[in-house]
């Protein structure tokens, strides 16, 4: 098993932390998601942690 672990930053190169929220500032097409998340929505850096 694998345990390995992921820094998430932000556009300044800030290590985002648990609770943490960004503002999507352009369109993004995320691979392995059917969607892409709109300009100017609110993510949680728990749902970038889900993913990894």
């Given at each position: 098993?694998?345990?390995?672990?992921?820094?998430?930053r932000?556009?300044?190169?800030?290590?985002?932390?648990?609770s943490n929220?960004?503002?999507?500032?352009?369109?993004?097409?995320?691979?392995g998601?059917?969607g892409?998340?709109?300009?100017?929505?609110?993510?949680?850096?728990?749902?970038f942690s889900?993913?990894?």
């Amino acid at each position: 098993m694998n345990n390995f672990t992921m820094d998430v930053r932000d556009s300044n190169s800030t290590v985002l932390q648990d609770s943490n929220s960004v503002t999507v500032i352009k369109d993004l097409e995320v691979s392995g998601f059917s969607g892409v998340i709109k300009r100017d929505t609110m993510v949680l850096r728990k749902a970038f942690s889900n993913k990894a």
